[in-house]
């Protein structure tokens, strides 16, 4: 009878897809995912388009994409990254299909890695209508000709779709000229970024002449400063951010930039441009004071000159980058640290930095610090006396720190960093010698785990006429010291301890521990990262 009565009972009925759908938008993101570990239909109910916003789809021009783009049609909007694409007959189709299924949706394009032919990308973009983003990064193959948007029609055609567009990304582009340049920034007039990183242009001067810089004239088969500074006068209104990375820009041309009549700008990226010294960054700041961003990484004649000016000019900045800007010293860093605005800093591979000045500077600031990223990759001179103070000062704020490479920081280091930066999310260790289990764990170190030095190998011996005086000792390689092991009985005394171990960061989610030597199992399973 129990088992009849087991197979007449009704099972309950599943909900509709709606009503899952409905339920599960009243959750958080971290819930909504693990609801969609109960069952199929309620997984298939959190992959509802509804859910999804700013998603990116990237993918390589293939038979199979052709199906891809025509199901991202049922979306309402959505990003492109479509990489291998030619000049053959499958490329031109998946390009009209994504200007059929996807034209008014598209918010972003990018065609990394390219060989897109001028007909199919004009018969693309008259539909996309509502695109604020374009990639055209290394298309070469598009500007080499210099014949690109060179008729009246295509113009109107790709003005009236492009009108709306807000980053453009010319980047890589050996074969941009002042004609091309010209006829595509005509199309768009309300640019609010533009990169130009890595493109030949044309920064001329004329000092014998006495002509100021952008009225020199220069071939129209290269790009030159004069069309740049013409565009950024006539959309001064809306332009926020440039990249002028990896170019051959000069003190003069910069100035020509900066001084424009109305430009505010927000963000700068200045990468690798050699030609940058500690005058050219003094002008910047006293003509562009509005900068939240500025990138400066790789200008390798910037010293803490630069600095100082940073800190006295830049009241609202927010993210700075002076990575492998080798010449830059502590001078400076205690005023730039005081910059209340500043939330993220980036002095990776400045050999010269120790952290004594940043240190000083947090320290006699009355309000709290918004510092959340802290960069200081292959600073030899940052130490644990250092580490330990920054992370007591930046206890409440830090959220990303990175340590790679920093030789002389040891446990004491990774205690402190456990002690007092709960809340943070980034921590990177990476080819740390020093750091042990036992600082992973947060514990001390034991007499009762240290080697016996007379079982241990004492190395080659000598004859009774000639002993070993210690002349000929080689000095120990870091490979040949054994570490300290961590005993069952250990790990049993820490679960039972509350010391100051990585498991006190409950927050973070980045853990990269590559190349320290030192460590074992151990310690690597009681990390934060493991244990969820």
């Known amino acids: 009878m129990e088992g009849s009565d087991e197979e007449d009972s009704p099972e309950a009925p599943e909900l509709p897809l709606e009503i899952l759908v409905y339920m599960l938008g009243f959750l958080p993101t971290s819930d909504r995912k693990e609801a969609s570990l109960v069952c199929r239909s309620w997984y298939i109910a959190s992959l509802d388009l509804r859910f999804q916003k700013n998603v990116t789809f990237c993918f390589p021009a293939s038979a199979s994409s052709l199906e891809l783009v025509r199901g991202l049609g049922r979306r309402s909007r959505c990003s492109l990254i479509i990489s291998q694409l030619d000049g053959f007959s499958l490329s031109r189709s998946l390009l009209?299909?994504?200007?059929?299924c996807l034209g008014p949706k598209l918010d972003s394009l990018a065609l990394p890695g390219s060989s897109v032919s001028e007909a199919s990308l004009?018969?693309?973009?008259?539909?996309?209508?509502?695109?604020?983003?374009?990639?055209?990064?290394?298309?070469?193959?598009?500007?080499m000709s210099g014949a690109f948007l060179s008729k009246e029609e295509h113009r109107r055609q790709v003005r009236s779709a492009l009108s709306g567009l807000e980053e453009l990304d010319l980047s890589n582009l050996r074969y941009l000229s002042d004609l091309t340049f010209n006829r595509l920034t005509g199309c768009t007039p309300r640019l609010r970024r533009l990169s130009l990183a890595g493109c030949h242009i044309a920064f001329e001067f004329d000092p014998y002449r006495g002509c100021?810089?952008?009225?020199?004239?220069?071939?129209?088969?290269?790009?030159?400063?004069?069309?740049?500074?013409?565009?950024?006068?006539?959309?001064?209104a809306t332009l926020v951010a440039l990249d002028f990375s990896r170019t051959s820009i000069t003190h003069e041309s910069l100035r020509?930039?900066?001084?424009?009549?109305?430009?505010?700008?927000?963000?700068?990226?200045?990468?690798?441009?050699?030609?940058?010294?500690?005058?050219?960054?003094?002008?910047?700041?006293?003509?562009?004071?509005?900068?939240?961003?500025?990138d400066l990484s790789g200008c390798t004649e910037l010293t803490s000159r630069a600095v100082l000016a940073i800190a006295q000019g830049l009241n609202s900045l927010t993210h700075l980058s002076l990575s492998c800007d080798w010449r830059i010293t502590e001078t400076g860093l205690e005023d730039l640290v005081s910059v209340s605005s500043l939330k993220s800093l980036d002095l990776s591979e400045c050999p010269l930095v120790g952290g004594t000045e940043m240190v000083n500077g947090l320290s006699r600031r009355t309000e709290r610090t918004q510092l959340e990223k802290l960069h200081l990759r292959s600073c030899m001179y940052i130490r644990d006396e250092a580490v330990f103070s920054l992370t007591q000062l930046l206890g409440n704020t830090l959220r990303h720190l990175d340590l790679t490479s920093c030789a002389n920081v040891t446990d004491l280091s990774v205690r402190a960093i456990a002690s007092y930066l709960h809340g943070l999310v980034v921590l990177r260790l990476c080819d740390c010698k020093e750091v042990t289990d036992w600082g992973l764990l947060g514990m001390v170190e034991t007499s009762a785990c240290e080697l016996d030095e007379e079982k241990e190998d004492q190395g080659p011996r000598f004859t009774r006429t000639f002993g070993n005086m210690g002349f000929f000792k080689p000095p120990r390689l870091p490979f040949q010291e054994r570490p300290k092991m961590v005993t069952q009985d250990h790990l049993e005394r820490f679960k039972q301890q509350s010391g100051?171990?990585?498991?006190?960061?409950?927050?973070?989610?980045?853990?990269?521990?590559?190349?320290?030597?030192?460590?074992?199992?151990?310690?690597?399973?009681?990390?934060?990262?493991?244990?969820t």
């Not at 004009?122 to 500007?143: C, E, V």
């Open 96 to 100: 009209m299909e994504v200007g059929l």
């Open 500 to 531: 100051a171990s990585l498991l006190a960061l409950r927050r973070l989610r980045e853990l990269n521990l590559s190349a320290c030597c030192k460590l074992t199992d151990s310690s690597i399973t009681q990390t934060p990262v493991c244990q």
């Open 212 to 236: 100021p810089v952008g009225t020199v004239e220069v071939s129209s088969a290269l790009l030159s400063l004069r069309n740049v500074r013409k565009l950024v006068t006539e959309q001064t």
């Open 256 to 294: 020509s930039i900066a001084q424009v009549k109305g430009l505010a700008l927000e963000e700068l990226c200045l990468q690798s441009c050699k030609e940058l010294t500690d005058y050219s960054v003094a002008v910047l700041v006293k003509h562009q004071s509005s900068l939240q961003r500025l």
């Open 122 to 143: 004009l018969a693309l973009l008259p539909r996309l209508t509502s695109l604020r983003r374009l990639d055209l990064r290394g298309l070469d193959s598009l500007f």
